[in-house]
Nanobody, 122 residues
């Protein structure tokens, strides 16, 4: 098990940027694939980005490709989501997650943070 705590959310104008962080506890962080999902009001939780344990492989949802970047620092037990050119439709609660394998499905992950709110105003 790994405990995850997200931070960095907030209110930003369209076109702006935010960087989300997810701090993980435990000494096995580097063995986990990590992901970011988001959930807007009235919608299902949706895949945003994922990164392999080494950081060498990344996946992105088509809606964020070219605007968002997922990275990780295994020495700091932290994964990041840099979000640029934000749009109002990016407004959601963003969740960090850890799993044994790289996956774009929520069912592929067993550890979730509490989420951080991102609101993009038009």
């Amino acid at each position: 098990q790994v405990q995850l705590v997200e931070s960095g959310g907030g209110l930003v104008q369209a076109g702006g940027s935010l960087r989300l962080s997810c701090a993980a506890s435990g000494r096995t962080f580097s063995s986990y694939a990590m992901g970011w999902f988001r959930q807007a009001p009235g919608k299902e939780r949706a895949f945003v980005a994922a990164i392999s344990w080494s950081g060498g492989i990344t996946y992105y949802a088509d809606s964020v490709k070219g605007r968002f970047a997922i990275t990780r620092d295994n020495a700091q037990n932290t994964v990041y989501l840099q979000m640029n050119s934000l749009k109002p439709e990016d407004t959601a609660v963003y969740y960090c997650t850890a799993g044994n394998f790289l996956d774009i499905r929520t069912t592929g992950y067993g550890n979730w943070g509490q989420g951080t709110q991102v609101t993009v105003s038009s």
